[in-house]
């Protein structure tokens, strides 16, 4: 844009020269302050309840603080209660009610003041203003920024306290200082990925990440299929349904996001039986009737005998995807009911395939072909899936270069040399960043043109989702078929890209960062996807501390292997730290045994200097947005404004 022309909009959000040099003035102080503290979580899998949780403790961070302020005034057990009533200050208040007096209330009050203000230092006065809730934030201001030097201040304060116990607003100014301290705790949130999926709640999760003061996520494989079946993938729509059936999910489907199943229903009943390798996975609390577990039972193969149909034909129609060895229904010999894998042959068990005509195994019926054409219509039409999907695109990417460091959900596709692994795609070859880059713009407009289903755009979602060049993947094959249909579990294997050994290395890790233009030494690798396995010791920090890899082991079913919860990571002024989390039993567990046991680790890199807002993405942002408004106060003074 021809630079007058910019400087006489940006002069039109100003009134006057001197509300410019405020601004000037602000900015430069913001740069100053400590950088604030960067949250970073991944592979939520629909689990709400642990994930809330996280966000009402930041991690431990309010912990912290707690122990901070009161580690000489409260014992351990009265640290632990205030923690609790920060968290879930509601239902901490209806819990002690009967406990509750004018002195209790005063105590508290003063203890969550103090906390606000120690969380507050880290930002100006105009940001904590624009926290607070409106509705006490002439209290909470008088109260925050007291200076009780005479003994009149003291009294004035002590009548506020008073007035609003009196006034029966002692309770919600509690709530009101809980969240604010919540909100104050963690400056930005980073999703690395996998919120979709195998837990009971996604949507409730997004719901939050859009409230969410500040965040960004990195898009997972398991996003990237909702995000397909809205782009109008008529596989990934049939893989979203048979893994929502897989583990009794399949209301997210129907009563989250509105989408009626009963059609696959009609037609599942007509063609399937029960079979033990198709019933849902349950969760301890799932309370299901037969007829429900029947009923998914039989949505959950005519879902995954779809998906291979399907899957079938797109391997056909994209050879330059090079996943002729995913064509198993191809290689089925349905008499002997056997099927050649690699050069073997293997035994099926639990096999339904009374749909699938042996001659032709990709043919879709024409009843399928409508029942996919009105399921998938459904979708794309769900209006809350939409809004749920267009804020991950907005806020979302395939990686994400913040604060010096890598965030990225799975990979970057290796060569067992150390070298990018290349993708040839639509007749010319990406590797590294611009593979990444590839897909995500190839991505954004498939998402743009739902009506388009059958596109290169819209089957390469599907190659995200288990491509071997993947970023989101990172194995050579996903062997959903197998898992179905073969006992031999050598079969089962997938055979995870050589970035999950390379990356144990420091000076691998280095040259990743190095594609991504980060040569600092404060440079990090973010990842998720893998669970961290520490019950056989392995280690979330890697590459001398370079590489880190932070699935947060949320998904239930999956923490048998885990042995425990999983990872966060914190990202304050003066370093980071990785937090262990054990398994999230339930709210009731936490307000009555207060137990939020995490352990807090440094990741030691080397000594840093306390890291400010200039030294930052944000930093960066702020300083253009100096330079711009000295250039509008120059432009100003010559008249034209
Ligand atoms: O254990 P499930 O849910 O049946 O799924 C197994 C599949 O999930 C995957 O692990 C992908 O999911 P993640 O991204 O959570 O690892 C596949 O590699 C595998 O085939
Ligand atoms: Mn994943």
């Known amino acids: 844009m021809d630079k007058n022309k910019y400087f006489e909009l940006l002069g039109k959000t100003f009134q006057s020269t001197e509300e410019i040099v405020s601004e000037i003035i602000n900015l430069k102080a913001i740069l100053n302050l400590p950088k604030g503290t960067e949250h970073f979580v991944s592979d939520l899998h629909g689990e709400y309840d642990a994930f809330q949780h996280l966000l009402r403790n930041a991690s431990g961070n309010i912990k912290e603080k707690i122990n901070d302020l009161f580690h000489q005034t409260l014992t351990s057990k009265e640290q632990k209660e205030l923690a609790t009533l920060v968290y879930y200050p509601e239902l901490r208040l209806a819990r002690i009610e009967h406990e509750l007096s004018a002195t209790w209330y005063k105590e508290t009050i003063d203890q969550l003041i103090q906390l606000t203000r120690l969380s507050a ?102 996003d990237i299929i909702w ?18 059936a897989r583990y009794n999910n399949l209301s997210i489907i129907e009563d989250a996001y ?44 005519a879902a995954a005998i779809l998906q291979f149909k399907l899957e079938e034909q797109l391997v056909r129609r994209r050879p330059e995807f090079d996943m002729e060895h995913r064509l198993l229904l191809s290689n089925t010999n349905f008499q002997t009911q056997e099927v050649l894998i690699h050069g073997k042959l293997y035994p099926l068990e639990n096999t339904c395939f009374a749909t699938v005509n042996p001659e032709r195994p990709d043919e879709i019926t024409p009843e399928e072909h409508d029942l996919i054409e009105h399921l998938l219509s459904n979708f ?147 990842n998720g996807h893998t669970p961290i396995k520490e019950v056989k010791g392995e280690d979330p920090i890697k590459a001398n501390g370079k590489m880190i890899v932070i699935d947060g082991g949320f998904s239930k079913p999956y923490q048998k292997t885990t042995g425990l919860a999983g990872y966060t990571l914190l990202y304050n002024s003066y370093g980071m730290q990785l937090v262990a989390h054990k398994a999230f039993s339930s709210i009731e567990h936490i307000l009555s045994q207060h137990d ?16 400010k807002v200039s030294d930052t993405t944000v930093g960066a942002q702020l300083k253009t947005e100096i330079q711009d408004l000295v ?10 404004f």
């Open 121 to 222: 230092t880290k930002y100006t006065r105009s940001k904590v203003r624009k926290t607070l809730p409106k509705r006490f934030s002439y209290i909470i201001e008088e109260l925050l920024y007291q200076n009780i030097a005479t003994n009149d201040k003291k009294d004035y304060y002590d009548q506020i306290i008073n007035d609003v116990i009196q006034l029966r607003q002692a309770q919600p100014l509690i709530i009101d200082l809980s969240y604010t301290i919540q909100q104050l705790a963690i400056d930005h949130l980073h999703v690395v990925g996998d919120i979709y999926d195998r837990g009971p709640a996604p949507d409730k999760i997004v719901e939050a990440l859009i409230e969410y003061h500040s965040v960004d996520v990195q898009w997972g494989n398991h």
């Open 227 to 244: 995000m397909g079946a809205a782009s109008g993938s008529a596989i990934c729509m049939m893989n979203v349904i048979r893994i929502c």
């Open 596 to 611: 939020d046991v995490l352990s807090i680790r440094r990741v030691v890199d080397r000594p840093v200097d306390r890291k």
């Open 380 to 526: 794309v039409n769900s209006e809350k899936l939409r809004r749920h999907l267009n804020f991950l695109m907005k806020k979302g990417s395939m990686y994400l270069v913040y604060n010096e460091n890598l965030l990225i959900h799975g990979c970057i596709p290796l060569q067992s040399d150390g070298s990018f692994k290349g993708m040839t795609l639509n007749g010319k070859t990406y590797a590294g960043k611009s593979l990444l880059d590839y897909f995500e713009t190839s991505l954004r407009a498939a998402y743009k043109e739902p009506h388009i289903t059958q596109d290169y755009n819209t089957d390469l979602i599907w190659y995200l989702w288990s491509g071997e060049c993947s970023s989101l993947f990172g194995k050579k094959e996903m062997t959903t078929f197998e898992r179905y249909f073969i006992a031999d579990k050598v079969t089962h294997t997938e055979e995870k890209n050589v970035y999950y050994e390379l990356r144990e290395d420091e000076a691998v890790i280095r040259q990743l960062l190095k594609e991504f233009d980060l040569n600092g030494d404060d440079s990090h690798i973010i």
């Open 631 to 640: 250039g509008l106060l120059a432009y100003s003074s010559l008249g034209d």
């Open 258 to 301: 509105g989408i009626n199943l009963r059609p696959l229903l009609t037609y599942a009943e007509k063609y399937y039986l029960d079979n033990p390798a198709f019933r849902p996975k349950l969760a301890s609390d799932d309370h299901v009737s037969k007829e429900n577990l029947d009923e998914t039972t039989k949505m959950h193969q």
